[in-house]
């Protein structure tokens, strides 16, 4: 069964610094890629997704994502945070037209001044 | 436009009961799923609807159950509540084939 890792609960970074979030997954077969963004008592807002083709993918808010298959990845990257980047992300992932979304435990960005 | 309603914004129940959650789609979205989100846990989907039929299912017990209707929008239903099944009730809706969900704010359900 697939299963997502995101193996930080928790990043601190200092604003305008780069920052990088890490989901890797298991199952090697195609795979559709997503990370959102949780702000307090909110629902889950899609930052970007990978389908296919270009493995860099441009997000909203400054957000890139690459998707490196050898190593079932899928990293989240901002060359500048702001404060207002502090949030949970979440990493989410489907095999290939199962409509079964998994969704890794999340990373808490904590953007200080 | 509206987005992805669901009502009620909280519910509070007690142990045994059944619980009752409604999600209304984005407009022109014809695809529904449910996820379950505890405290510091990611989204844990319960299953999807299309067409009035649940397409895919998650890891959840027989009580847990749904129902989409002919205008998309679609319910969940919990029976024989537990502590456990406290948490954050997310809908997602999307367009068929697309993929990219977009999610309502949830129901926060307490069981007591």
């Known amino acids: 069964a697939q299963s997502v890792t995101q193996l930080d609960s928790q990043v601190p970074v200092f604003e305008e610094a780069p920052v990088e979030l890490r989901c890797n997954y298991s199952?090697?077969?195609?795979?559709?890629l997503f990370w959102y963004v949780q702000y307090p008592n909110q629902g889950l807002q899609l930052l970007l997704k990978y389908l296919s083709g270009s493995t860099l993918v441009k997000g909203i808010n400054g957000f890139e994502a690459e998707f490196n298959k050898s190593q079932t990845s899928f990293h989240l990257r901002k060359p500048s945070v702001h404060i207002s980047d502090t949030a949970e992300y979440f990493c989410d992932v489907d095999t290939s037209g199962t409509y079964k979304y998994i969704f890794g435990t999340g990373t808490r960005l904590k953007v200080l001044a | 436009d509206a987005g992805v309603t669901q009502s009620p914004t909280h519910l509070i129940k007690t142990r045994g009961q059944q619980v009752t959650l409604r999600c209304s789609p984005k407009?022109?979205?014809?695809?529904v799923s449910w996820y379950q989100q505890a405290l510091g846990q990611g989204p844990q989907f319960i299953f999807q609807?299309?067409?009035?039929?649940?397409?895919q299912r998650g890891n959840f017990p027989d009580r847990f159950s749904g129902h989409q209707f002919p205008n998309y929008s679609s319910e969940l239903n919990v029976n024989a509540l537990l502590l456990g099944d406290s948490a954050l009730y997310l809908c997602?809706?999307?367009?068929?084939?697309?993929?990219?969900?977009?999610f309502g704010p949830g129901t926060r359900l307490t069981v007591t």
């Open positions: 407009s022109g979205h014809d695809t």
């Open positions: 997602a809706s999307s367009l068929d084939s697309y993929y990219e969900q977009y």
């Open positions: 609807y299309y067409e009035e039929e649940e397409r």
């Open positions: 199952s090697s077969v195609s795979v559709y």
